[in-house]
C-alpha cells in the first residue's frame, strides 16, 4: 500500500474487515465485486479506459471507411464471459480461457492473428478491466458500512 493520508485509516478498516465472520467478509466481497464488475462493463459499453481515456478507434479501412460501426469488444462485457470469484479473503473478476486470451491481446495491446492462419495484426492497447478514482472511493465507503455501527 503506498503512503497516503489515510493509511491510519486503511489499516483500522483492514482490521475491522478482518474481524468480521468469514462468510459476511466473503458476502461483502461478492457484493463488491458485483458492482465493481457492473461499473467495468459499463466503461466497456461506453469505450472508456479505467482512468476516463476513451479507446482508440478502429483503424480505417485503405477506402477511408471504418470495418464496422458497432462498438468494440461487445461480448466483453458479458457476465458469462466476465467471471467474478469470491472468498472470505479476496475477490477477482477477469476472464479465463479463450475470452482471456482475446482480453489480455486487447487490454495490453499485444500482436495476434485475425483469424485461424489469417493476418497478425498489432492491436492498440484498450484496458478493458482496472480501478477508476470513483471505485476506490466506492470500496473504502461500502467498507466502512460493512464495519460501522449497525
Known sequence: M????????????????????????????????????????????????PDGTPWEPRKRTAAGKIRKRVKMLQGMREIRRLALAATPGDVEIGYSGRTGRLAEVHHLGEVDAVAKDGPRVKYPARELLGWAVDDIAYVRERLMQAVGPK
Open 2 to 49: 503506498t503512503e497516503t493520508a489515510l493509511a491510519p485509516l486503511e489499516d483500522w478498516l483492514k482490521k475491522a474487515v478482518a474481524s468480521l465472520e468469514a462468510s459476511e467478509r466473503k458476502r461483502l466481497l461478492r457484493d463488491i465485486g458485483r458492482e465493481l464488475r457492473k461499473r467495468n462493463q459499463r466503461r466497456i459499453a461506453r469505450q472508456i479506459a
